[in-house]
């Protein structure tokens, strides 16, 4: 059907490649492009010949925009799957609109350089007129909105697990079980163990900056701000067990709260066992989470990216890590005048990962709803002129192709609430 520009070779990339490649009716061709082409030839070695998907590779900075309109001036795809890192979001949607190619991505704007003062004061301006102090938010993309429609192309933002897939667990929970959603309670439990004393399942730099951050949460039409981890439950998980798990500020919430109408709360958790949260705390006190340059005998050095060389790479995480996953959404709200409560879930076991693409859970459960969005993109079920998030389509497609591609979902409609 198509051709993929796919940009970053990490983790989630390599698992968004590797089911592109189950799906070569769709992804006929693929080029894989990130800043060390190495990773991606090796990719591409591994998975020639194991796939009717043509590969080919190539090299880019994505903080280029020059070199991102060249390369897909050459590439010539359909859509640009965006896999690197948040830092990248805008220069790849600023090629994509110059070359008229539809935009992919997982993860929304974050930038790098927290100290440049341009995007401090407006980002203190949104801190203030909304009152969360999140790194990210999706401000920024949604500001391509015009342009986009002008040009008759596609964004859809987000299309990971969460968020991606918990919006459109919301979505088809509206569509198909309530009449007003009143609350969401993201879950998302990692009952994984790698073995080492500290790593991170993602990008440590991107994990450890969004963990480290202050929670808050939507509720009766604004942000609520708290401490780091100030919020903690217990919850047991289907299939996992009893975890504790702590109340962070997420990227879904912002585009829930605005899609979801009438919605009153809604609130994201994550589980974290006590050694990593006393590591991380540790890390914080002596600045190793810093994200301001320092000089190092006469280099200038990130700590965070520093600890990020020192930390495993969570792409070698696969062979190591035993257990599950469980993400998923519990809702409450009203159908038919009644009260309803609604948990949908999907549990990922990582070992099984490991044995069908070489990867860990967490890089899984993103990786394979990013090739599903930019399937449905490419083959026009979710295209249409704008930038959009997950929960703005029909969740049909995306939930059929949940469970066909790895992901299966559970409906159940007696959860245990979190108080
Ligand atoms: P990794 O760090 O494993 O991979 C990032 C890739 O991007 C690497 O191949 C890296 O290249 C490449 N890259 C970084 N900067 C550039 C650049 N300037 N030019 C070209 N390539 C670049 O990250 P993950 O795979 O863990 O995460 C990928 C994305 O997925 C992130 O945006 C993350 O936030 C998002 N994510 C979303 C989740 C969700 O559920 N929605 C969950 C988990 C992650 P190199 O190899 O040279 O370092």
């Known amino acids: ?49 194991t796939t009717a998907t043509k590969i080919t590779t190539a090299q880019v900075d994505a903080d280029d925009v020059n070199q991102l309109i060249a390369l897909i001036n050459e590439v010539k795809p359909d859509l640009v799957l965006n896999l690197a890192l948040p830092y990248q979001d805008l220069t790849i949607m600023d090629a994509c609109l110059a070359t008229g190619v539809h935009y992919v991505d997982t993860a929304n704007y974050e930038c790098e350089n927290t100290d440049d003062p341009a995007w401090r004061a407006v980002y203190e301006k949104r801190c203030a007129e909304k009152g969360f102090t999140a790194y990210f938010d999706y401000s920024w993309q949604w500001a391509y909105e015009e342009k986009y429609k002008e040009a008759g192309l596609t964004a859809l933002l987000g299309t990971g697990f969460d968020p991606g897939v918990t919006s459109v667990f919301a979505a088809y929970a509206l569509k198909h079980y309530f009449d007003e959603i009143h609350t969401i309670d993201i ?11 500290f790593a991170t399942n993602f ?10 951050a202050n929670g808050s949460y939507w509720e009766n039409g604004h942000w609520v701000e708290t401490e780091p981890m100030a919020i903690k439950r217990e919850y047991d998980f289907p299939q996992v067990g009893k975890k504790d798990m702590y109340l962070l500020h997420h990227e879904e919430i912002e585009s829930l709260a605005k899609n979801i109408p009438g919605v009153k709360r809604i609130r994201f958790f994550m589980t974290f066992g006590q050694s990593y949260l006393t590591h991380m705390k540790c890390l914080e006190n002596v600045g190793m989470l810093s994200t301001t340059p320092i000089s190092f005998q006469g280099q200038e050095i990130v700590p965070i990216q520093f600890l990020k060389a020192l930390l495993p790479d969570p792409a070698t995480l696969g062979p190591r890590t035993v257990g599950k996953t469980n993400i998923g959404c519990i809702f409450t709200g009203l159908k038919d005048g009644k009260e309803k409560t609604l948990y949908i879930y999907n549990v990922c076991d990582h070992q099984e990962c490991y044995k069908e693409v070489g990867s860990q859970a967490i890089s899984y459960t993103t990786g394979v709803p990013a090739m599903i969005g930019a399937m449905l993109v490419m083959n026009g079920q979710w295209r249409r002129p704008g930038v959009f998030n997950t929960e703005d389509f029909d969740p049909d497609p995306y939930m059929e192709a949940l469970n066909q591609w790895g992901l299966p979902w559970v409906v159940c409609e007696d959860p245990e609430l979190v108080d």
């Open 1 to 49: 059907m198509g051709k993929a520009l796919i940009i970053g070779c990490g983790g989630v990339a390599s698992v968004a490649i590797h089911k592109c490649c189950q799906n070569s009716a769709v992804f006929e061709e693929i080029c894989i492009a990130s800043r060390t082409k190495s990773k991606c030839d090796a990719l591409r070695d591994k998975l020639s010949g």
């Open 187 to 197: 879950l998302d439990c990692n009952g994984g163990d790698h073995g080492y004393p």
């Open 203 to 212: 990008n440590p730099e991107i994990n450890l900056r969004e963990v480290s």
